[in-house]
């Protein structure tokens, strides 16, 4: 291995570790994580999500979290991104994500000075396995599941996409929590 590859495997390592990390406060606890959005807002994640291994090399944070402390369920995936394209249909493809389920619940609002649309879906969730949704590989149906998603729309027209997807139930449990971290953007 080059000593350049190397070196810079390293200096990875350390960037990995410095952006998950979790600093304790005089009082023990852990400093809150939060996260930047193109340099310009912050967002303090929920404490109960837990820093995860990103699936796709196109997601820059990724975290799971569960409905409580020791919960065995599957736990809610939740993926964070800069990304493009029209907010109108990527909201529709969200949408053609799940079946049956209530009528998708769908809110603008406007935070930091930024617009924010809020999207909420539940059903049978078609999830895409290996890619992303225009790769064409194998698609698993996960029943009673929901969607809590979010597009950050910056006044330059950069887009944030933040979408938290699991079984309903931890959905739900998220929910309040996910607006919370939305509304307190900086």
Same mark, same amino acid.
């Given at each position: 291995m080059?000593?350049?590859?190397?070196?810079?495997?390293?200096?990875? *390592?350390?960037?990995? &570790?410095?952006?998950?990390?979790?600093?304790?406060?005089?009082?023990?606890?852990?400093?809150?994580? $939060?996260?930047?959005?193109?340099?310009?807002?912050?967002?303090? #994640?929920?404490? =109960?999500? @837990?820093? *995860?291994?990103?699936?796709?090399?196109?997601i820059?944070?990724?975290?799971?979290?569960t409905?409580?402390?020791?919960?065995?369920s599957a736990? %809610?995936?939740?993926?964070?991104?800069?990304?493009?394209? =029209? #907010?109108? %249909?990527?909201?529709?493809?969200?949408?053609?994500?799940?079946?049956?389920?209530?009528?998708?619940? &769908?809110?603008? !609002?406007?935070?930091?000075?930024e617009?924010v649309?809020?999207?909420?879906?539940?059903? *049978?969730?078609?999830?895409?396995?290996?890619?992303?949704?225009?790769s064409?590989?194998?698609?698993?149906?996960?029943?009673?599941?929901? !969607?809590?998603?979010?597009? #950050?729309?910056?006044? =330059?027209?950069?887009?944030?996409?933040?979408? &938290?997807t699991?079984? %309903?139930? $931890?959905?739900?449990? @998220?929910?309040?929590?996910?607006k919370? +971290?939305?509304?307190? +953007?900086?």
């Amino acid at each position: 291995m080059s000593r350049n590859l190397f070196a810079c495997l390293l200096a990875c *390592s350390l960037l990995t &570790v410095t952006v998950n990390a979790q600093a304790p406060t005089a009082e023990g606890d852990a400093k809150p994580q $939060t996260i930047k959005i193109f340099d310009k807002l912050t967002l303090t #994640i929920p404490a =109960d999500w @837990q820093t *995860s291994k990103a699936r796709s090399r196109i997601i820059e944070h990724e975290f799971a979290t569960t409905t409580e402390e020791g919960d065995k369920s599957a736990p %809610a995936r939740i993926t964070m991104m800069a990304a493009g394209g =029209d #907010i109108d %249909a990527n909201i529709e493809r969200w949408k053609g994500q799940f079946t049956g389920g209530e009528e998708a619940k &769908v809110e603008k !609002m406007t935070v930091a000075g930024e617009t924010v649309h809020l999207v909420e879906l539940n059903g *049978s969730f078609k999830e895409t396995m290996g890619g992303g949704p225009f790769s064409g590989g194998k698609t698993v149906t996960r029943e009673n599941h929901g !969607m809590l998603g979010a597009i #950050i729309e910056l006044q =330059d027209n950069r887009k944030y996409f933040i979408k &938290v997807t699991g079984p %309903a139930e $931890t959905i739900a449990a @998220q929910r309040e929590s996910f607006k919370t +971290m939305l509304k307190k +953007m900086e």
